[in-house]
């Protein structure tokens, strides 16, 4: 069933269905997908666009508990079946089960636009399943928490079960369960801006639901504004749309550094949240070397730090994990390693994440952070803070890579004045969770080391 996208003038349909292929088929983000057919749409009536977000986002946060309800009524396994087919049936389903839209609506839009794919050849597939659904439209129930932690969560709130069992074994299972809750719920609009007053001000001006964000000193917080509309509300004041966990990263970095001329290196800058933010935190005379993989990224984040007017960003495009050519080890006022990560900290933004990802991907993700972190930290001086982050909540992505650097001579160090305690567990590591303080979920760990690197 494969074949070209449907028109967008399908309407908010269309689009989610558009939207939903180029993410199972095409491997895009859900996000940027949705952002370019909306703004391909043209002048597309509110409640329509309003409508293609909820089936886009609410299709992919419910995908794994929708297959199950779809399985009874599919004489094929829905992994085995086309693309389009599948996500013709997603559709049709969250539709039938979860918005309550009325049978003949539901199967006879949904058969429409899979007609429209290479010639309705599953057109009719898909009609008899979402007929046969729309019969008996429920999902099955969970399996109880007490009998089966990790089944319930993943049932219950449609979330992987390799997952579950690693959120239950960490966190415990009431926690695991308001997290996979919390990740299916939308996330706000956060930006971070340097004149946190001056954009509230002309965010509420222009009548958007704007608050200061709860912890981090330049966080503005937005309910149901886009970011176009606090473009135009922000009459040139500058913000750049970050969650506030990941300003928090930031500080935890290098809060004590605030206004100094120091040097900072940001390990796997791109695309550059936190290294304009160390720029614009640090004072005159100060250097954020911002290390970047891929040439693309790179030149792209070297392009936005000029248009931003941030001359204190210099960007290297190198490999983090190898030693970087032109820097001295030892040199650097404070080191981040923003590591790339499996993204579970990141659900409610990026809810095909929950189909993408797979158990081998944290072990896989562990050895690289290892090696970044371990090659980024030599270029510490002594003393000098190493944060370790991930936007990702697995142990093996975070206390068991911190451990590797513990076990090289780090240790934990107490985070700047002020940082805010509510989001340190235990051993003081920086853990935020949408459940608990309405944030992404992130992970990081401030240490330092007293003695040169010996490597
Ligand atoms: C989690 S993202 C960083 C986000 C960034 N710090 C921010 O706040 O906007 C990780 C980045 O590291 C880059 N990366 C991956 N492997 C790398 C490596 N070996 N060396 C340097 N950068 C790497 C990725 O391309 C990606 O841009």
């Known amino acids: 069933m494969a074949g070209r996208p449907t028109n967008p003038a399908a309407g908010a349909r269309g689009i989610a269905f558009d939207v939903l292929r180029r993410v199972e088929e095409g491997g895009a983000y859900a996000s940027r997908a949705l952002d370019a057919a909306l703004g391909a749409a043209g002048a597309l009536d509110p409640r329509e666009a309003g409508l293609a977000t909820e089936l886009v986002y609410g299709t992919l946060r419910r995908a794994l508990a929708l297959d199950a309800a779809l399985a009874p009524h599919s004489r094929r396994a829905l992994a085995e079946l086309d693309p389009a087919a599948r996500v013709a049936l997603r559709l049709g389903a969250y539709q039938l089960l979860v918005l309550g839209t009325p049978a003949h609506a539901a199967v006879g839009e949904t058969v429409a636009l899979a007609k429209a794919v290479d010639h309705g050849r599953a057109a009719g597939y898909v009609n008899a399943v979402l007929r046969s659904l729309s019969r008996a439209a429920r999902f099955p129930d969970p399996p109880a928490l007490e009998a089966d932690p990790a089944g319930h969560v993943a049932a219950a709130e449609a979330l992987p079960r390799w997952v579950a069992e690693e959120w239950v074994g960490w966190l415990g299972a009431g926690e695991a369960l308001a997290l996979a809750r919390a990740m299916n719920a939308p996330a706000p609009l956060c930006v971070r801006t340097p004149d946190r007053e001056a954009l509230l001000a002309r965010a509420r001006a222009a009548g958007l639901a704007a608050a200061p964000a709860a912890r981090a000193p330049g966080g503005v917080v937005l309910t149901g504004a886009s970011v176009g509309e606090l473009a135009r509300a922000a009459g040139g004041v500058p913000f750049q749309v970050q969650d506030e966990a990941a300003q928090l990263v930031t500080l935890l970095a290098a809060g004590d550094l605030a206004g100094r001329p120091a040097r900072v290196l940001d390990a796997c800058a791109a695309p550059g949240g936190k290294a304009f933010h160390l720029a614009e935190l640090l004072g005159p005379?100060?250097?954020?070397?911002?290390?970047?993989?891929?040439?693309?990224?790179?030149?792209?984040?070297?392009?936005?730090?000029?248009?931003?007017?941030?001359?204190?960003?210099?960007?290297?495009?190198?490999?983090?994990?190898?030693?970087?050519?032109?820097?001295?080890?030892?040199?650097?006022?404070?080191?981040?390693?923003?590591?790339?990560?499996?993204?579970?900290?990141?659900?409610?933004?990026?809810?095909?994440?929950?189909?993408?990802?797979?158990?081998?991907?944290?072990?896989?993700?562990?050895?690289?952070?290892?090696?970044?972190?371990?090659?980024?930290?030599?270029?510490?001086?002594p003393g000098a803070p190493v944060v370790y982050s991930i936007c990702s909540l697995s142990r093996a992505e975070g206390p068991e890579v911190v451990e590797t650097l513990l076990g090289e001579g780090f240790r934990r160090a107490p985070p700047p004045a002020g940082f805010p305690a509510d989001v340190l567990d235990a051993r003081g590591d920086l853990l935020t969770l949408p459940s608990r303080h309405g944030t992404d979920g992130f992970y990081a760990a401030r240490l330092v080391r007293d003695v040169p690197s010996t490597d």
Not at 300 to 312: D, H, T, V, W
Not at 316 to 338: H, N, R, T
């Open 285 to 381: 005379g100060a250097e954020v070397v911002a290390i970047e993989l891929h040439p693309r990224k790179a030149d792209e984040l070297a392009r936005e730090a000029a248009r931003r007017g941030l001359p204190a960003v210099r960007v290297v495009c190198a490999d983090a994990g190898k030693p970087i050519p032109g820097l001295e080890p030892g040199s650097f006022d404070a080191v981040l390693v923003d590591a790339p990560c499996a993204g579970l900290g990141t659900l409610r933004r990026h809810p095909e994440l929950k189909l993408r990802r797979a158990p081998g991907d944290l072990p896989r993700m562990a050895a690289l952070q290892r090696k970044i972190a371990l090659n980024a930290a030599r270029y510490a001086r």
